[in-house]
């Protein structure tokens, strides 16, 4: 202990550190060596042997695989085959016939002979013949106009068995309601050609190409034709309620001459 200024200072020294003891080293198995577990009846333990270190000659070279004898080779998975996509050809909307709805009946001039029912017999039957376009007839009755049954706006073609001035026979009138043009005049034996719904359908292909537009098909609902059927009753109604008020309110007036 050493004393300085009255103060009283003391030294101690720490022990020097002591080594570690060694690793103890695994003990070998010394106990029983045969399990009882039933009786009459051992289980011999044997310890299993350690497994050799596998010798590594270069990290770099690759490993070469040997097959046991009587084991299947193994498989290598198959390149995948190249794949080279194949181009559908173009659709054509020539593919899928085009369908035309035609109405047929004898024309105002014609007075309904028996050969021109014959005639309109020949034609509907020619008609429905028809492959490309196909075609969907209905009849008319007789003498109804052109112009009317197309403003129906349910046919595209209109085809008649009428008369041509100059001409006393018979003759296969047509014309077009989509375009609104007449197409051209055939004699009578064209009614029996099934062909002849191609050629007039060409014939609208051709003035649609030469510049004819096609009229405009104004479609309506039935919520539209209700309204529109509705406000016409209504306007009538109205009408006639103001002619029966008119007339109540009118004065009138009687005249009574008195004559000796």
Known sequence: ?????????????????????????????????????????????????????????????????????????????????????????????RDVPEHVDVAIGLGPQAPGTREEKALLEALEVGLAASTDPTTETRRVRPGMGVRRLCRERRDDLVVQIGYIADRPDPVVLAHDCALDRALGVRAAEAATDPGLADALWQEHHAL?????????????????????????????????????????????????????
């Open 1 to 93: 202990m050493v004393r300085a200024e009255g103060t009283a200072v003391s030294l101690r020294m720490r022990a020097a550190p002591q080594a570690e003891d060694p690793p103890s080293q695994p003990r070998g198995y010394s106990g029983p060596t045969a399990i009882r577990d039933e009786p009459g009846r051992e289980a011999v333990w044997q310890p299993l042997p350690e497994d050799p270190p596998i010798p590594v000659e270069s990290v770099d070279a690759p490993t070469e695989l040997v097959a046991e004898p009587g084991a299947e080779p193994a498989r290598t998975p198959a390149e995948p085959a190249a794949v080279t996509g194949a181009v559908p050809p173009p659709s054509s909307i």
């Open 208 to 260: 649609m190409r030469a510049g004819v537009e096609e009229r405009r098909r104004v479609s309506l609902g039935p919520r539209a034709r209700g309204g529109i059927i509705a406000g016409a009753a209504i306007v009538v109604v109205g009408v006639a309620v103001g002619v029966l008020v008119a007339n109540a309110l009118r004065d009138e007036s009687v005249v009574i001459t008195v004559r000796p």
